[in-house]
């Protein structure tokens, strides 16, 4: 499985399985793009190193999950992003799989049960 794959996987389960209220957000910042386009998205207030997912529930922080899938590693952008997220009392995760994603959430929000698109869930 790609990252983008998985990242697809994670954005269906979490539109079925985030509470009533919650908001999720993919920043696309990764892969290969001209450079012209990356300076005008740096200048804009793109972040390297930002998470793959930003999600908002109903009575909780802030949770940031950052995507990986095989050998890929956080890089050191990534790591000190994280980290600075987790000192300003976000929840922050690095998650190769859906059962990660799931598991992580579950720490900090009720989830609604399994079900989802098609029984997929």
Same mark, same amino acid.
């Given at each position: 499985? #790609?990252?983008?794959?998985?990242?697809?996987?994670?954005?269906?389960?979490? @539109?079925?399985?985030?509470?009533?209220?919650?908001?999720? +957000? +993919?920043?696309?910042?990764?892969?290969?793009? +001209?450079?012209? +386009? !990356?300076?005008?998205?740096?200048?804009?207030?793109? !972040? #390297?190193?930002?998470?793959?997912?930003?999600?908002?529930?109903?009575? #909780?922080?802030?949770?940031?999950?950052?995507?990986?899938?095989? @050998?890929? !590693?956080?890089?050191?952008?990534?790591?000190? #992003?994280?980290?600075?997220?987790?000192?300003?009392?976000?929840?922050?995760?690095?998650?190769?799989?859906?059962?990660?994603? !799931?598991?992580?959430?579950?720490?900090?929000?009720?989830?609604?049960?399994?079900?989802?698109?098609?029984?997929?869930?």
């Amino acid at each position: 499985m #790609t990252e983008a794959q998985l990242q697809n996987l994670v954005a269906d389960y979490l @539109r079925v399985a985030l509470p009533e209220g919650s908001v999720f +957000h +993919h920043s696309p910042n990764e892969g290969k793009s +001209h450079v012209a +386009h !990356r300076v005008k998205l740096k200048k804009a207030g793109m !972040r #390297t190193g930002w998470p793959d997912l930003e999600i908002f529930c109903p009575d #909780t922080k802030p949770i940031f999950i950052e995507l990986k899938v095989g @050998r890929n !590693r956080v890089t050191p952008e990534q790591n000190k #992003t994280l980290n600075n997220l987790a000192s300003l009392g976000c929840v922050t995760a690095v998650c190769k799989s859906l059962d990660d994603v !799931r598991i992580a959430i579950s720490k900090f929000v009720k989830l609604k049960e399994k079900g989802g698109v098609n029984g997929k869930f």
